[in-house]
């Protein structure tokens, strides 16, 4: 074995090369690869030689020359310079809510101007459970749902909104915006494709901006145009196979919309999930205890299965009468938000006293069903008595408790002063003991800016002659403003 070792070391230890067998190689070398190598040699010499980059040295100014500098220089105003005749923002103060009334700047009027559909500001019942909750828990713990902040009654609240919808599971956030903005991009990520309505309300397109996925708006309310558009990416998916099953696709709606006051046609957005394989998200904030027979939403008032829908948000500061937002959906889907919603991560969980009052509100929606409906009848109402002003154009649907009248004809007058018309009509109102409000919006980052309208929020906590007044009111103060300028 050592002779065999031996016989093969001469074999692999190469000898060293001689001057001559080295001049020899490079002279057979190809003349393009000494060229090569010549220019690499080269450069890395003079790569290492080279002074490194050194910092301009730092210039003394003179006194006299910093005092110059600094009367020459204009600084960037904070705010864009206004106009002369700008007019600050004016608050209306309310010192007193509940009920059927609202004092506002001192004045006292029926409540058509805030979104207290079924008339649980004041109830009695949601006072006691918000102040047992209080002396219990206090005010809240101050901190995230996942950082000691979850107590037993977000649980109980959890457990039955998502009872309430027939869905698997819910999840309680602490504030109405933050809802829809931060169950969106819990899921749609950039790369991903959202179908959205022109006239979702403002925290729907901050969900869509927080995505960062493709946004693709259809026009409002218009299901042609919607499957136009799932049509098109339809083909465009055929072309990258590979890459359509790598993209999550989203139809994001409004069951009733803040807007406009018009329902969505939920029952043609099912037909087109399942045809084009798109998942539903519906916020329910303004129809939620509002259409349907006993208050379920949109779904209910359509007859569709709710669990058609992949996941329903909704805001509780409209039809509960208190703070916070939920989403209900599959135990997979709401699961999942846990972990990524942001308004759940990183938000204070909502105060105890706030839970248990929602939960009283459920407790009356189920004690008294008829809740819904009475609203729907007084909607309809409400909705031919305003039709017969003649100078306002009335949007919204019959059944829906939010109404807009807009200005039928404007001439030629600017935004601003349509909208200083439309406040006159308030103010006059406010005098005659009828609250309302303009629609107010952020004209400089809606996404499609809505025409200036005065928003009329119908609720059942008004006496049938308390509408009936409040609706000579509106009939007569637009007729007297209006008469003698469109």
């Known amino acids: 074995m050592n002779d065999n070792m031996e016989s093969v070391l001469p074999l692999l230890t190469p000898e060293p090369w001689s001057f001559e067998e080295l001049f ?20 890395i010499v003079r790569l290492l030689f080279s002074k490194s980059y050194s910092i301009q040295s730092k210039i003394e100014l ?33 010192t007193q809510q509940g009920g059927s009334m609202l004092t506002v700047d001192g004045k006292q009027g029926i409540n058509l101007g805030t979104f207290n559909f079924l008339g649980m500001l004041g109830r009695k019942e949601t006072e006691d459970a918000a102040v047992k909750s209080l002396k219990k828990y206090g005010v809240g713990t101050c901190g995230p749902r996942g950082f000691y902040g979850t107590m037993d009654v977000h649980l109980n609240f959890e457990q039955r909104i998502a009872s309430f919808f027939g869905m698997e599971e819910g999840i309680l956030y602490s504030y109405g915006f933050s809802t829809v903005a931060s169950c969106i991009p819990a899921y749609s990520k950039r790369g991903d494709i959202i179908f959205c309505d022109e006239g979702v309300c403002f925290a729907v397109q901050m969900g869509l901006l927080a995505s960062r996925s493709q946004i693709k708006f259809f026009k409002h ?21 590979k890459k359509a099953k790598k993209t999550r696709k989203f139809m994001v709606v409004e069951g009733l919309y803040t807007n406009t006051g018009q329902i969505t046609p939920i029952d043609k957005l099912v037909e087109f999930k399942y045809k084009y394989k798109v998942r539903i998200f519906l916020d329910e904030s303004m129809s939620f205890g509002v259409l349907g027979k006993t208050g379920l939403g949109v779904t209910q008032h359509c007859g569709i299965d709710v669990t058609d829908v992949d996941l329903i948000s909704a805001s509780m500061e409209t039809a509960l009468g208190t703070l916070g937002g939920f989403c209900v959906g599959s135990k997979f889907v709401v699961d999942h938000q846990r972990l990524s919603g942001l308004g759940y991560c990183f938000s204070a969980s909502l105060p105890p006293m706030l839970a248990s009052a929602a939960m009283a509100a459920l407790d009356l929606m189920e004690e008294d069903p008829t809740m819904a409906v009475r609203l729907q009848k007084r909607s309809q109402f409400v909705h031919e008595e305003l039709s017969k002003i003649a100078e306002l154009k009335l949007v919204g649907e019959p059944v829906s408790p939010i109404k807009h009248l807009q200005v039928r004809e404007c001439g030629d007058k600017t935004r601003p002063e349509i909208t200083k018309l439309l406040e006159s009509i308030v103010d006059k109102a406010l005098d005659e003991g009828v609250v309302l409000t303009t629609a107010c919006y952020l004209e400089e980052e809606e996404a499609f800016l809505i025409p200036p309208s005065i928003r009329i929020a ?15 009111v509106i009939q007569k103060v637009a007729s007297e ?5 469109v």
Do not use: C, S
């Not at 465009?236 to 196979?241: A, V």
């Open 24 to 43: 020899e190689a490079f002279r057979q070398a190809p003349m393009y690869h000494l060229i090569f190598e010549g220019v690499l040699i080269i450069f």
């Open 62 to 94: 003179t006194e006299k020359e910093k005092d110059q500098l600094i009367e020459e220089w204009t600084p960037e105003p904070l705010v864009p310079k206004l106009p002369a005749d700008y007019e600050p923002v004016k608050y209306k103060l309310v």
């Open 221 to 241: 309310n218009d299901m042609e145009d919607l499957e136009r558009l799932l049509e098109e990416q339809a083909v465009e998916d055929k072309k990258n196979p």
């Open 458 to 472: 119908v609720g059942i906590a008004p006496t049938d002659d308390q509408i009936v007044m409040a609706m000579q």
């Open 481 to 485: 403003i209006l008469q003698n300028v």
